[in-house]
């Protein structure tokens, strides 16, 4: 994992959904901490039988969940991004949990020592509270997994998959392979790669060499098994602020200045243009979907 020495970022309370849901004198006291760091696809945050030393709070990655059986065999629990804490379970008891978390999607999160987590999450009642609230939705998401994984399509799954990426990112685009994506939802890599090509064919996505682009979301949520609604009305439900999906026409109709695309996923949600240069947030004075590649 390697340090991310720029400091030139939003604060994190304008990056990570649940950290802006804090208390002011509690994100103070924890922004002092905050390091951010730059994040590598396969890389473990979380192990079993290691010591945990550090929480994240995700930015532009995207963090699996996942549970090791003793055979190797692998299964998704739950994902993370801007939307959480990797380690939120940690707090509960202190002890390592008995799942991994595994860098999905590379990208930067902001990482704080555990034990000065643990002692707001113990000493708060309102962050307790939130963190709990929150812990209940990586709950409904390992539950509603293994109801999905059972009684809907590959494609549908596949559909869900990439809708609680998008949610937890802050553009349309992500990186993930097919055999990343067969892994993460215990099927075969045939039928991911027929999903793609499915959902490629009817102009739903972009996929090239293990990245997605999503070219049309109404489709992509229309083609998604039912668990996916039932998640997002959840999280809606626990924590207002982690419903995060905005039409971009009424983002950019209530901040309408020069600075914003309306196309521009980075543009709505920050009032200006912010995009990956050399895996670093930046941000621009105008918009980069009129820069060249």
């Known amino acids: 994992m390697k340090k991310n020495l720029v400091r030139e970022q939003l604060p ?11 208390s002011e004198s509690i994100k103070e006291r924890l922004v002092a901490l905050a390091e951010p760091v730059s994040l590598k696809r396969g890389d473990i945050l979380i192990d079993i039988n290691v010591p945990l030393e550090f929480v994240y709070f995700p930015i532009d990655s995207i963090v699996s969940l996942i549970f090791v059986g003793t055979t190797g065999s692998i299964t998704e629990v739950a994902v993370v991004g801007n939307d959480g804490l990797v380690g939120v379970l940690n707090l509960l008891s202190g002890e390592n949990a008995s799942t991994k978390a595994y860098v999905m999607n590379a990208g930067v999160a902001y990482r704080l020592p555990k034990q000065a987590v643990q002692d707001v999450f113990h000493s708060n009642k309102h962050t ?16 509603m997994a293994a109801a999905c994984n059972r009684h809907h399509t590959i494609e549908q799954q596949f559909c869900k998959l990439l809708l609680l990426s ?69 999280a809606s439900r626990l924590i207002p602020l982690l419903s995060i999906t905005l039409p971009v026409a009424s983002a950019y109709a209530a901040r309408p200045n020069s600075l914003i695309d309306p196309k521009c996923v980075y543009c709505f949600r920050y009032g200006s243009c912010i995009y990956l240069k050399q895996n670093l947030i930046q941000a621009t004075k105008k918009c980069v979907m009129s820069e060249p590649e």
């Open 12 to 22: 994190l309370h304008d990056q990570n959904h649940l950290f802006s849901a804090l």
């Open 128 to 143: 307790l509270l939130l963190f709990l609230r929150y812990i209940q939705t990586l709950m409904t998401q390992a539950s």
């Open 166 to 234: 998008l949610d937890r990112l802050p553009c349309n685009n992500l990186t993930l392979t097919q055999e990343l994506a067969s892994i993460m939802l215990g099927v075969r890599r045939e039928g991911v790669s027929e999903a793609a090509v499915k959902l490629q064919v009817l102009g739903v996505i972009d996929y090239h060499r293990g990245h997605i682009t999503v070219l049309d979301r109404t489709k992509l949520e229309k083609l998604a098994c039912e668990c996916y609604r039932i998640l997002a009305r959840e």
